[in-house]
């Protein structure tokens, strides 16, 4: 990918990271305490789950368009708070219409939490190198690092989920 794509990428994937609810890393950390933070960086990127967290994006943004319910409770989840995974669990399961989009890819509460703060925290650590280091592994920015396109496509999904 040229070098003039990876702020268009990685605001795409901040993006991604309102959608997961927490709060966007300082410059220097995640922003989490180590206990999370060690869950973020063990975690495994694949990407048969990063596809079908694009296609539930993608079913979700197409209900919030035509589903004012939906969409209410979209804008009810993402103005609710939440500094930890836990927080962020709980927050998710109070909006059980919008966890089923992903359930129905077979995707987990954690994997609805951690897919977009993982690749979202990989991508700052690639833009600036020794950042993220508390919450990103060498597993994770290779991954990153070798599915640009799949990249790509999770920011468009997630830019179009928020627009």
């Known amino acids: ?5 990876y ?3 990685w605001i795409g994937l901040a993006v991604a990271v ?12 995640s922003g989490f305490s180590p206990a999370d933070n060690a869950v973020f960086k063990a975690y495994v990127l694949d990407a048969g789950k990063v ?5 539930g994006i993608s079913a979700l943004t197409m209900a919030k368009q035509t589903d004012n319910a ?9 103005s609710e708070d939440g500094a930890s995974i836990a927080q962020l669990r709980a927050r998710l399961s109070r909006h059980p219409r919008i966890f089923a989009f992903f359930q129905r890819q077979t ?5 609805v939490i951690l897919i977009p703060l993982v690749i979202t925290f990989a991508g700052v650590a ?7 280091a508390d919450a990103v592994s060498p597993a994770q920015l290779n991954f990153v ?14 830019e179009a989920l928020e627009n």
Do not use: H
Not at 51 to 55: K, L, Q, T
């Open 107 to 111: 995707l987990t509460a954690d994997d």
């Open 126 to 132: 690639m833009a600036v190198p020794g950042q993220m």
């Open 70 to 78: 939906i969409a209410e409770d979209f804008e009810s989840l993402s």
């Open 145 to 158: 690092r070798s599915n640009t396109a799949l990249v790509e496509r999770f920011g468009a999904a997630n």
């Open 1 to 5: 990918m040229p070098r003039l794509m």
């Open 7 to 9: 702020p268009r990428v």
């Open 18 to 29: 309102l959608f997961a609810l927490a709060p966007l890393p300082s410059a220097a950390q």
């Open 51 to 55: 596809n079908r967290f694009i296609a």
